[in-house]
């Protein structure tokens, strides 16, 4: 594809998307400033990714979502810092909360490096649990929970019935809590 093509395709996504998107990150990140930063650094890796024609984007939505969602726990993760949750045994039904309360939530306590470690560790585990779920389960689990777009709005894109994708998604969800079982019972017996 030549560079004035992709510069073409690029004025497009950006005059596509940055209304959505600038909606889904002000719904997210409290500083104006620190939202148009986001947004401006994820149509800079959006062209950076264009320019590899080696490995080009499927999904261009999914790809900004996703992007967008990641660029957003980098900036929290970097102002806020994040403390270690404490995991008691007898609450079972809350592995997923407990596992996203580590990944997703600030809290003002020190961000220590057994945290950031354990963080890896367990966005490790989530990453393989997810790679081993039948591709649509996994496919509406990471639009919705991990991109955070609606399922009536996937329904409509890939033309699949609202209730068929939140049939996948609770299946995805069963499989998850309970493969994730196993590390959340690792961290509370260490």
Not at 27 to 37: C, E, F, Y
Not at 43 to 62: C, G, H, R, V, W
Not at 98 to 104: A, D, K, N, Q, W
């Amino acid at each position: 594809m030549s560079n004035n093509s992709n510069q073409k395709n690029l004025k497009e996504w950006i005059a596509k998307y940055t209304p959505r998107l600038k909606s889904f990150i002000r719904g997210r990140v409290s500083s104006r400033d620190d939202a148009d930063d986001i947004l401006q650094d994820v149509f800079y890796q959006l062209a950076k990714k264009m320019d590899n024609a080696m490995n080009p984007i499927e999904n261009t939505s999914a790809w900004l979502y996703r992007v967008t969602q990641n660029m957003i726990i980098n900036a929290q993760t970097k102002k806020k810092e994040v403390r270690m949750p404490v995991f008691q045994e007898d609450e079972d039904q809350n592995v997923l909360e407990e596992i996203s309360g580590l990944l997703f939530h600030e809290v003002e306590d020190e961000d220590s490096p057994e945290t950031k470690y354990l963080r890896s560790l367990v966005w490790t585990e989530l990453e393989n649990a997810l790679a081993e779920l039948p591709a649509e389960q996994r496919e509406i689990f990471e639009l919705t929970e991990l991109d955070g777009v609606p399922v009536k709005e996937i329904s409509k894109t890939i033309g699949v019935p609202v209730n068929t994708l939140l049939s996948r998604k609770h299946y995805a969800i069963v499989y998850l809590r309970k493969r994730l079982q196993t590390i959340y019972n690792d961290l509370i017996s260490t």
